[in-house]
């Protein structure tokens, strides 16, 4: 009997010791490289299945610098969406200040030609670790891809979606997709295309010209109360939901 107890005991501790070694940690929250270029494909829940459009990145934290240009359709910031007014190509502009609207619409096709205005001062670009305040929420797979799945609190207020990242389970940590609240409510930056330490010659990575100084219209306020939608479940997307 009592070596009976004595191998009940010993078979306690090696599953008390599995269970332990089971528990894998988070892997470490993912950091951009300092440079690169990358593709990504916009996703809004609102324009549904079928809509999708494209654009580029580009960031270099050694200037404190990004550019996102949206192709052929201008993510409308300064409306609901609602219109047919959106169909250009824009950029938003980020220096280690400021974050500036670029509206190319100069026919000579010329950055420094450009229309640029004030988006927000005080809306700086972004450091390389700016995920640092996201949560680990496991893995999934994504486009094929398997990926680590972070989320993280959009605002204080509840009746708006999470925000979410996902990173490639390589040793880059390739940017996978993002998830966030734009004026249109629910969309997705789907990612590719990641070339790491990159941006083409040809890409300008200052202010087109002195006029980016003149405050945008309307305000960021009044997109922001235009933003405050509930988030909703996509036919084929989980949306995050706080």
Not at 176 to 186: D, K, M, T, W
Not at 211 to 232: F, G, H, I, R, T
Request: overall charge negative.
């Amino acid at each position: 009997m009592a070596e009976l107890k004595v191998t009940l005991k010993l078979l306690g501790f090696f599953i008390l010791v599995s269970l332990s070694a089971s528990r894998v940690a988070p892997p470490p929250v993912p950091a951009w490289p300092d440079k690169f270029t990358i593709n990504f494909d916009v996703l809004v829940e609102k324009y549904g299945d079928d809509w999708k459009s494209t654009g580029t990145l580009y960031y270099d934290y050694n200037i404190k610098t990004f550019r996102a240009d949206y192709i052929d359709w201008c993510l409308p910031l300064f409306d609901d969406g609602s219109s047919d007014n959106n169909d250009y190509s824009c950029s938003f502009f980020a220096t280690a200040e400021d974050m500036f609207f670029v509206n190319f619409t100069a026919s000579s096709g010329k950055w420094e030609d450009y229309d640029c205005c004030l988006f927000e001062a005080g809306l700086a670009a972004v450091p390389p670790d700016w995920m640092k305040a996201e949560q680990y929420n496991g893995t999934d797979v994504i486009n094929g891809i398997s990926v680590d799945v972070w989320w993280f609190p959009g605002t204080s207020d509840p009746s708006k979606p999470c925000y979410g990242y996902w990173n490639a389970k390589d040793e880059l940590k390739t940017p996978v997709r993002f998830f966030g609240l734009s004026s249109l409510g629910p969309t997705i930056l789907d990612y590719r295309d990641f070339e790491p330490q990159k941006i083409p010659q040809h890409i300008e990575m200052t202010k087109p010209n002195d006029n980016c100084q003149k405050k945008c219209e309307p305000p960021l306020a009044d997109v922001l109360k235009k933003s405050a939608v509930d988030s909703v479940k996509w036919s084929k997307i989980d949306w995050p939901s706080c």
